[in-house]
């Protein structure tokens, strides 16, 4: 049975074992040193039986690999596992260095927890220090991938703090310990926000690390689940350690690939000329469109949007944008339009729409 508390005080113990003798326990000593771990911390080592379960409170840093599944659609499969491996040995290294345990690996993504002391917020700031030498760990890591002519890669991280209960799930034949809750779950929203090389954290992590880290402004997202708006901030930077997040996504949020029709009118001179022309959406943010149309139109054009957004029952419309970007293409133009005058119901339902979007689809970028 895997248990991430015992094998992280395993690990400590054999790195102090090393320290002092210079070499590493034997398997049999080993084995037994794992043996009295179990007994020893409890129920808070798993060795509860099936059935019962503890509740504690723990923050939980869920970082996911940012457009893997398209490097594993182009590349050989031995340079993608070679790719996975590597990144994956160097965050284990860091997550160890602080104290942390990893839960599980699932695919591309490290659920990994942090428990304090009671009345202590040691756990919160070793997971923020993390998140970010971890996210510094990619910058050099994707250095040495493009200096070798291989894809880079990015992480997106979520952090919360909340209680879980842990428990030992399964039969004789296998079991494993969980970790489950609402706190775990919303770890994951939160981190489904993230963009690459970000890092969001919890209104209750925030709460609990006491001016530790710098953060951005405050913003509410609407996650699955739950009744009211969640607010999650960006964290930039750990002045008392000297830590900045080096980001590689400088995008204000995220894109959701979608398809969805659309109209538009050309505006010349502040007049909106009145024949409509249809397009085709392909992807979506909180502040522009990538659109496919029939007809070319110049960069800073400006336009007249609309369109409907069918997961909250709304229509846009009123929506003014700048063509940003021209991308011509055999079969039709592409344009990057970046909206500049929006009413504040379609600035909210646009976001709802893409955080809709974001909590149930695999195409995030």
């Known amino acids: 049975m895997r248990d991430p508390l015992v094998n992280e005080a395993l690990r400590q113990i054999q790195d102090i074992v090393v320290q002092?003798?210079?070499?590493?326990?034997?398997?049999?000593?080993?084995?037994?040193?794992?043996?009295?771990?179990?007994?020893?911390l409890g129920q808070l080592a798993g060795s509860h039986e099936r059935g019962g379960y503890l509740t504690r409170e723990v923050t939980i840093l869920l970082a996911d690999l940012r457009g893997f599944t398209s490097i594993s659609a182009s590349h050989p499969a031995a340079v993608?596992?070679?790719?996975?491996?590597?990144?994956?040995?160097?965050?284990?290294?860091?997550?160890?260095?602080?104290?942390?345990?990893?839960?599980?690996?699932?695919?591309?993504?490290?659920?990994?927890?942090?428990e304090s002391p009671r009345g202590s917020t040691d756990g919160v700031c070793r997971a923020l220090s993390c998140?970010?030498?971890m996210q510094?760990?990619?910058?050099?890591?994707?250095?040495?991938?493009?200096?070798?002519?291989?894809?880079?890669?990015?992480f997106g991280i979520g952090i919360n703090t909340g209680q879980v209960m842990s428990a030992l799930l399964g039969s004789d034949?296998?079991?494993?310990?969980?970790?489950?809750?609402?706190?775990?779950?919303?770890?994951?929203?939160?981190?489904?926000f993230s963009l690459r090389g970000q890092i969001l954290i919890s209104e209750s992590t925030f709460e609990r690390c006491n001016g530790f880290v710098t953060t951005g402004e405050a913003m509410d997202v609407f996650v699955k689940g739950k009744?009211?708006?969640?607010?999650?901030?960006?964290?930039?930077?750990?002045?008392s350690l000297a830590k900045v997040v080096p980001r590689q996504d400088f995008r204000r949020s995220l894109r959701v690939e979608v398809k969805l029709t659309f109209s538009y009118q050309v505006v010349v001179n502040g007049v909106v000329v009145p024949e409509p022309r249809n397009g085709r959406i392909l992807d979506i943010s909180y502040h522009g469109i990538l659109a496919e149309i029939g007809l070319p139109l110049s960069p800073f054009t400006e336009v007249k949007l609309e369109f409907d957004l069918p997961l909250v029952g709304k229509r846009v419309n009123d929506l003014y944008g700048k063509v940003v970007k021209v991308i011509p293409k055999p079969e039709a133009t592409r344009v990057g339009v970046e909206f500049s005058s929006m009413s504040a119901a379609n600035k909210a339902n646009i976001q709802l729409f893409v955080q809709f979007l974001i909590q149930g689809s695999e195409s995030r970028n």
């Open 136 to 154: 510094s760990a990619m910058e050099g890591l994707n250095a040495v991938h493009k200096a070798q002519g291989m894809p880079e890669m990015y």
């Open 80 to 114: 993608v596992f070679d790719l996975l491996n590597r990144c994956f040995v160097a965050m284990s290294e860091i997550i160890f260095r602080h104290q942390g345990a990893i839960d599980k690996f699932m695919g591309d993504s490290i659920l990994v927890l942090f």
């Open 173 to 192: 034949l296998y079991s494993e310990y969980a970790v489950i809750g609402d706190e775990v779950n919303l770890a994951s929203r939160i981190e489904s």
């Open 131 to 133: 998140a970010v030498d």
């Open 20 to 40: 002092e003798t210079g070499t590493a326990l034997p398997l049999g000593a080993k084995t037994r040193v794992e043996k009295v771990l179990h007994s020893a």
């Open 227 to 239: 009744s009211k708006l969640v607010v999650l901030r960006e964290v930039l930077s750990i002045p």
